[in-house]
């Protein structure tokens, strides 16, 4: 119950496409849902975060979608650029604890 | 503000070897987190502290495992006796309990054991 199930594991996409990572959790006290990116040989760093009484949220070319009642979230990233490829991971906790559960992550790759 | 500092970036061990590897957290925050990244399990939470105290240490492999944070501003883990299977990146990563969860990431240390 603990874990956050990301996909896919990997993703191409042609330079001005939109890429869409997706999450899926079960534990229904999970109440912060940040995605974090990775570049190489660097730590990951937070991206962007939504708690889920907002069903969107969006900052520059990066939104995250939010089903609560899914308990699903993704993250979009529109006009993909070759600067994006990098490792995602989206992640999820509560609000009485600072523990981050991460998904598997996700490397994109986005060609020119 | 100086990020999350991580020392050694890179260490090659031999199996058998007492691995230490040190953290610095950004001034001012008040948790500290130990992860582990491989291919194959992602990023592994193995231990965090709020305040200098361990809140959770479910995620620490084995008795070999072990972490210390004498203070705010400093942290170790150590591995003894340390195995091949241990070879991954350890990531520390510190967060101000009042800031909604953000976490910040230093840039790992890199472990090879042979």
């Known amino acids: 119950q603990q874990q956050v199930k990301q996909s896919p594991q990997s993703l191409i996409v042609q330079k001005g496409g939109i890429s869409i990572i997706n999450c899926a959790y079960e534990?229904?006290?999970?109440?912060?849902f940040p995605w974090y990116q990775q570049f190489p040989g660097k730590g990951p760093a937070l991206l962007i975060a939504?708690?889920?009484?907002?069903s969107e949220k969006k900052e520059g070319r990066f939104t995250i979608s939010f089903n609560k009642s899914a308990k699903q979230f993704s993250l979009h990233i529109m006009d993909s650029q070759p600067g994006d490829s990098a490792t995602y991971f989206c992640a999820a906790s509560t609000s009485n604890t600072d523990k981050l559960i991460f998904g598997t992550g996700t490397r994109l790759q986005v060609f020119p | 503000d100086a990020g999350v500092i991580q020392s050694p970036r890179h260490e090659v061990t031999e199996m058998g070897q007492e691995v230490t590897l040190r953290c610095k957290p950004i001034s001012g925050h008040n948790s500290l987190f130990w992860y582990r990244q491989t291919m194959m399990r992602g990023l592994e939470l193995l231990i965090y502290f709020n305040n200098n105290v361990p809140i959770d240490d479910s995620g620490m492999p084995e008795d070999r495992f072990s972490a210390k944070m004498p203070n705010a501003s400093f942290s170790t883990l150590k591995i003894q006796p340390s195995e091949p299977r241990d070879s991954a990146v350890y990531f520390c990563?510190?967060?101000?309990?009042?800031?909604?969860?953000?976490?910040?990431f230093g840039e790992g240390s890199w472990l090879t054991v042979v």
């Open positions: 990563a510190s967060s101000l309990r009042s800031s909604g969860n953000t976490i910040y």
């Open positions: 534990n229904t006290a999970f109440d912060y």
């Open positions: 939504i708690r889920p009484d907002v």
